[in-house]
Nanobody, 128 residues
Framework: VQLAESGGGLAPAGGSLTLSCETSGFSLNDYAVGWFRQAPGGLREGVSCMDTGDGGDGTTYYANSVKGRFTISRDLAKNTVYLQMNSLKSEDSAVYYC???????????????????WGKGTPVTVSS
């Protein structure tokens, strides 16, 4: 299982960025996937995930702080997961990671300890 994030960078407050997570070694139909972030000195927190693991029903989940602004999606043909981030705020600045796990129950895909497979992260900086 391999994951590689890209698309991070500098964006103005109110702007948009789209993160990509290229995956290999597994099927997106069999694994739940999620986006997480960690700001300097902060804890890793779940941003959004898709319950597409074993027994999952495809429900997408979002942290309250990003609901209505961020959208998770996937392209099965490209084995890629995306995070569209709109109306960015300075507090969205962090390193963003994607993760995948086959056996995770529903909204637990937002909990970082439930995910065993991680990318190396891509930094996002939002200037105010």
């Amino acid at each position: 299982v391999q994951l590689a994030e890209s698309g991070g960078g500098l964006a103005p407050a109110g702007g948009s960025l789209t993160l990509s997570c290229e995956t290999s070694g597994f099927s997106l139909n069999d694994y739940a996937v999620g986006w997480f972030r960690q700001a300097p000195g902060g804890l890793r927190e779940g941003v959004s995930c898709m319950d597409t693991g074993d027994g999952g029903d495809g429900t997408t989940y979002y942290a309250n702080s990003v609901k209505g602004r961020f959208t998770i999606s996937r392209d099965l043909a490209k084995n890629t997961v995306y995070l569209q981030m709109n109306s960015l705020k300075s507090e969205d600045s962090a390193v963003y990671y994607c993760a995948a796990e086959r056996y995770v129950y529903r909204s637990s895909c937002l909990n970082h300890y439930a995910m065993d497979n991680w990318g190396k992260g891509t930094p996002v900086t939002v200037s105010s």
